[in-house]
């Protein structure tokens, strides 16, 4: 099977591939379903891979977001982790299946009992949860709970375990919304490589390099990306991790 690093093939066969449902999953405030996704090649050559779908039909009115746009939002924010380079958001696709168009991503085996506040402070996950803390800032994620970063036991190339981040249906609005649990670096400076990626990042949606801009247009509004590209200029301007706003600024409930 391929792994979730292998984007292009892992993207390609959750677009075109035999979506069955396996069955719902508990826990979801909207409609979520685990399904099997099989490749229509031939009989031995079939690859098998898990995927997690959200259709439209099944996601929760929100007075704050607009109707159906939260599997749009889930697909946007692979895109913006693409671009960055980080690569924190398992494969995302929007596509048909058994109850309509939705988004389809890779399901990434984890310890459920393994989540952000079990290994807070870790040296170890420091330069990751970095990365997605400046990931939640730049889409306005409003929803970071504990369990919405996964981790998978050796994920990375080198054997060391790997973090990754799900569930970004509440993203991306004009307004400021960041909700999270991670704020163990407020108020740091950001490291100089990351500083220089989120301008990387910035000029990006200046330019649309790589077609970003195209691949967000058919997701969000011009307001919404006009916004997240002045999220991304003040993090460069400032040099600095958020500090918690007025407001709520933790999810509820927090796991």
């Known amino acids: 099977m391929a792994s979730a690093d292998d984007s292009a093939e892992i993207l390609n066969l959750l677009q075109t591939g035999i979506l069955e449902v396996e069955g719902l999953l508990p826990w979801s405030s909207n409609y979520t379903f685990l399904v099997q996704i099989c490749s229509q090649a031939a009989a031995g050559d079939k690859t098998k891979i898990e995927a997690v779908y959200k259709p ?6 929100l007075w704050d977001f607009s109707q159906g746009t939260l599997c749009q939002r889930e697909r946007a924010a692979f895109l913006t982790s693409q671009a960055l380079g980080w690569n924190l958001v398992p494969p995302t696709v929007l596509r048909e299946g058994p109850h309509g168009l939705g988004s389809v991503q890779l399901f990434i085996t984890h310890d459920p009992d393994s989540h952000y506040l079990t290994f807070e402070g870790e040296p170890a996950y420091r330069a990751q949860l970095q990365k997605i803390v400046l990931f939640d800032i730049i889409v306005n994620n409003a929803d970071r709970k504990s369990g919405h970063v996964l981790l998978e036991e050796s994920g990375n190339s080198d054997g060391s375990n790997r973090l990754w981040t799900i569930d970004h249906g509440i993203c991306f609005h004009v307004e400021p919304k960041l909700r999270t649990v991670i704020w163990e670096f407020a108020g740091e400076p950001i490291p100089d490589d ?4 989120l301008r990387d990042f910035e000029e990006q949606l200046s330019t649309n390099g790589e077609g970003l801009l195209t ?3 058919s997701l969000l509004t011009r307001s919404e990306i006009a916004a997240m590209q002045k999220r991304a200029q003040r993090l460069v301007q400032n040099g600095r991790f958020n500090q ?9 409930p927090p796991i």
């Open 56 to 61: 439209r039909r099944g996601e929760r009115p």
């Open 194 to 197: 990351l500083l220089q990626t």
């Open 215 to 217: 691949g967000l247009a």
């Open 244 to 252: 918690p706003g007025s407001g709520r600024h933790y999810p509820w």
